[in-house]
């Protein structure tokens, strides 16, 4: 049976749009406030009819509201409720945040439809009365969407969002393995020796971004954070792309990204994209039909890949050293390229959930064997 996954189409709206869709933005805040005020007082009710509303109940509440609106339909005020009821369970709170829709402090532009509310017409797309052109139209020809939505980024462009289902193209990697340590000198190393240097693309465009804010440039100053972003998914997606086609397995290291950006390397990490990787290796490796998981990294650094003894540097003073010599076997590291070899040897055994665990070996030490950069090496005997 083949596999099928959910992908998520982007494409850019023209200009001429844009100012209809700004003025929609602002009903749909309304509908959404009301949902939160509504389901807020309904949650802090005193008496025995505090209720936890649901979708359902914010759609029956909001029905025949549409002779107020003269931009979205019922379709987009059902889709508001739903999506604000969901968020809502999801946060586990009894009031979101308001969506806010002018000022210094305006949201987001977002309208949400349903599928049926977003139909072809000729060379365009007809939403609630209004014709919409796209870029790269041709994109959708043959493919049935889902509900998706019209979403604004900082810059103030707006792109249209369509969930489609895809079957996943199953085919066999050249490679069977390869374990990928994350760090901030260089974003990943794979056990083969492969490598994605850090861009640094905050620091590159640092200079631009400081002289566009002391004159006052917003807009300018929000392009060339977008110009950043971009150069930074860019290099991302081309790694896990090679990955993904190279390797039939896929296993990398659970670094942290939350606790160390509460550290002062905070602004490698979050320029690093840890996240993001993982992010497009693993829907990349569910499209390919591939095996990827998130494994323990305790003592990957520290531990020798060939024989298992803990002789590697240690602590913060030893992040300096980057290539070192086993004492028990003598065997030369490159201390990245020999923790992403532990991690593919450590995943054997089991994958870290939380990781806080150990990770034991699946073989012992003296009958370890090595991932050599040309592949697979037959097993040394511990001196």
Same mark, same amino acid.
């Given at each position: 049976m083949p596999l099928s996954f959910t992908r998520t189409l982007r494409l850019k709206v023209r200009a001429e749009a844009y100012a209809w869709l700004n003025a929609a933005v602002i009903e749909v805040n309304e509908v959404f406030n009301y949902c939160n005020e509504t389901t807020y007082k309904a949650a802090t009710r005193t008496d025995i009819k505090q209720k936890w509303m649901s979708g359902f109940d914010l759609c029956y509440l909001t029905a025949g509201a549409t002779k107020y609106f003269g931009r979205i339909g019922a379709d987009t005020v059902q889709s508001i409720c739903v999506h604000y009821a969901q968020k809502r369970q999801a946060a586990r709170r009894a009031k979101l945040r308001w969506r806010v829709s002018r000022g210094a402090r305006r949201s987001l532009g977002w309208v949400p439809f349903k599928a049926a509310s977003l139909k072809r017409k000729g060379a365009c797309l007809r939403f609630a009365g209004k014709c919409v052109r796209v870029f790269e139209r041709e994109r959708l020809d043959g493919i049935k969407w889902q509900a998706g939505c019209f979403a604004q980024d900082a810059v103030g462009d707006w792109w249209l969002c369509l969930p489609v289902n895809m079957q996943a193209e199953q085919n066999i990697a050249p490679q069977e393995a390869v374990g990928i340590d994350l760090g901030l000198k260089d974003i990943a190393v794979s056990s083969d020796g492969e490598r994605l240097q850090a861009g640094r693309w905050t620091e590159r465009y640092a200079q631009k971004l400081a002289s566009a804010q002391r004159r006052g440039h917003q807009r300018q100053a929000k392009r060339i954070h977008r110009k950043a972003a971009r150069c930074r998914a860019d290099a991302l997606h081309n790694f896990s792309r090679r990955i993904v086609d190279q390797y039939q397995s896929i296993i990398v290291g659970d670094v942290s990204s939350l606790k160390l950006v509460k550290t002062c390397m905070a602004r490698s990490v979050l320029d690093s994209g840890w996240g993001m990787l993982k992010g497009f290796l693993e829907y990349?490796?569910?499209? @390919?039909? $591939?095996?990827? !998981?998130?494994?323990? =990294?305790?003592?990957?650094?520290?531990?020798?890949?060939?024989?298992?003894?803990?002789?590697?540097?240690?602590?913060?003073?030893?992040?300096?050293?980057?290539?070192?010599?086993?004492?028990?076997?003598?065997?030369?590291?490159?201390?990245?390229?020999?923790?992403?070899?532990?991690?593919?040897?450590?995943?054997?055994?089991?994958?870290?959930?939380?990781?806080?665990?150990?990770?034991?070996?699946?073989?012992?030490?003296?009958? @370890?064997? $090595?991932?050599? !950069?040309?592949?697979? =090496?037959?097993?040394?005997a511990a001196a």
């Open positions: 990349k490796s569910q499209q @390919a039909a $591939r095996s990827f !998981e998130v494994t323990n =990294e305790r003592n990957t650094s520290v531990t020798c890949s060939a024989c298992g003894a803990l002789t590697g540097p240690r602590g913060v003073n030893g992040l300096i050293v980057r290539s070192w010599i086993c004492g028990g076997c003598g065997e030369s590291h490159d201390r990245d390229v020999n923790a992403a070899r532990n991690i593919l040897i450590g995943s054997r055994s089991r994958t870290s959930m939380r990781g806080n665990e150990s990770s034991p070996w699946l073989i012992p030490p003296s009958s @370890a064997y $090595r991932v050599r !950069e040309a592949g697979i =090496e037959s097993v040394r």
